[in-house]
């Protein structure tokens, strides 16, 4: 019954910027952490970004400087802000949540449905 929708992929050109969010919902005991992969065409998937329950942030090298993630623990929800697209970052773009459906139950990692992110040159 857990959940996670993205929204906010598209269509930006280079040096543009995007906000995808990803929403929890569903039986949720509580969420310990969240973050985002990404996949590019014919290429393995690539871990981006993650944050803690408290807000401890890390990144791939890749995109250190560029993407921020952030979290609204209250909505259960995740963010990533992506600035200074670059045609390489084009890839769809998944969230995670590790769940732990209920309390005292070993957490479990869910996987939003993904949102295609498209940087032009």
């Known amino acids: 019954q857990v959940q996670l929708v993205e929204s906010g992929g598209g269509l930006v050109q280079a040096g543009g910027s995007l906000r995808l969010s990803c929403a929890a919902s569903g039986s949720i005991g509580s969420i310990n952490g969240m973050g985002w992969y990404r996949q590019a065409p014919g290429k393995q998937r690539e871990w981006v970004a993650s944050i803690t329950q408290a807000g401890s942030e890390n990144y791939a090298d890749s995109v250190k400087g560029r993407f921020t993630v952030s979290r609204d623990n209250a909505k259960k929800m995740v963010y990533l802000q992506m600035n200074s697209l670059k045609p390489e970052d084009t890839a769809v773009y998944y969230c995670?949540?590790?769940?732990?459906?209920?309390?005292?139950?070993?957490?479990?990692?869910?996987w939003g449905q993904g949102t295609q992110v498209t940087v032009s040159s």
């Open positions: 995670y949540a590790e769940i732990q459906k209920v309390f005292g139950i070993q957490y479990q990692r869910y």
